[in-house]
């Protein structure tokens, strides 16, 4: 049975970095695109970040140039460093899995098969 689970989550002031895990069992990790949502109550769950099977990466734009996504294949491990924090980034963060047949990175949120139970992060002024 597929399951990924989060990890990494806190409390940090602006400008502070969390680093975010997810741990993947019961499918074959390194087939998968893996990616990075995030949503607050209310709103519907927002794509950060993406990474297909071939390492290569997108990001929404107000992520671009402070959050990293990478996959270590080996450790079946997805990451999301996250740096330059602002309140804005406060949300329960996803990591979502499917079958990578597109060839390149989605975070089309209907498109994933596996999803995590999320990991709560809270940036304060």
């Known amino acids: 049975r597929a399951q990924l689970v989060e990890s990494g989550g806190g409390s940090v002031q602006s400008g502070g970095s969390l680093r975010l895990s997810c741990a993947a069992s019961?499918?074959?990790?390194?087939?998968?695109?893996m990616a990075w949502f995030r949503q607050v109550p209310g709103q519907e769950r927002e794509g950060v970040a993406a990474?297909?099977?071939?390492?290569?990466?997108m990001y929404t734009e107000s992520v671009k140039g402070r959050f990293t996504i990478s996959r270590d294949n080996d450790k079946m491990t997805l990451n999301l460093q996250m740096n330059s924090l602002k309140p804005e980034d406060t949300a329960k963060y996803y990591c979502?899995?499917?079958?990578?047949?597109?060839?390149?990175?989605?975070?089309?949120?209907?498109?994933?098969?596996?999803w995590g139970q999320g990991t709560q992060v809270t940036v304060s002024e």
């Open positions: 979502a899995a499917m079958e990578d047949y597109r060839g390149h990175p989605t975070l089309s949120r209907g498109q994933f098969d596996y």
């Open positions: 990474i297909d099977s071939r390492g290569q990466t």
């Open positions: 019961g499918f074959y990790f390194s087939r998968y695109s």
